[in-house]
């Protein structure tokens, strides 16, 4: 069992950085992938970028890639996303999740936790 709470949102105008976090608790964190996901209004809950249980591992989705860093700090239970060079087609709630195991996937629905989610919002 993993609690998730997110912080770090907010308004920012485009172009510009934020760092999401997302401290989890209940369980060895570092047995847990951890990935960000963000769902615009009307929209789909879509994949952001994971991260393996000792941080070796991570992946990107093609619309991110580049501008956001995934990272995790086991000791203090904690994932990060690191976004720059933000755009308006980025606003969303940003919502972390985690999975037991170590299979890569980019599938909502194979991740059990999930946080409340965190708004992002970029203005033009």
């Known amino acids: 069992q993993v609690q998730l709470v997110e912080s770090g949102g907010g308004l920012v105008q485009a172009g510009g950085s934020l760092r999401l976090s997302c401290a989890a608790s209940g369980d060895t964190f570092s047995s847990y992938f951890m990935a960000w996901f963000r769902q615009a209004p009307g929209k789909e809950r879509e994949f952001v970028a994971m991260?393996?249980?000792?941080?070796?591992?991570?992946y990107y989705a093609g619309s991110v890639k580049g501008r956001c860093t995934i990272s995790r700090d086991n000791a203090k239970a904690t994932v990060y996303l690191q976004m720059h060079s933000l755009k308006p087609e980025d606003t969303a709630v940003y919502f972390c999740?985690?999975?037991?195991?170590?299979?890569?996937?980019?599938?909502?629905?194979?991740?059990?936790?999930w946080g409340q989610g965190t708004q992002v919002t970029v203005s033009s």
């Open positions: 999740a985690a999975r037991f195991g170590s299979v890569i996937t980019t599938r909502a629905s194979d991740y059990r936790y």
């Open positions: 991260i393996g249980g000792n941080g070796g591992s991570t």
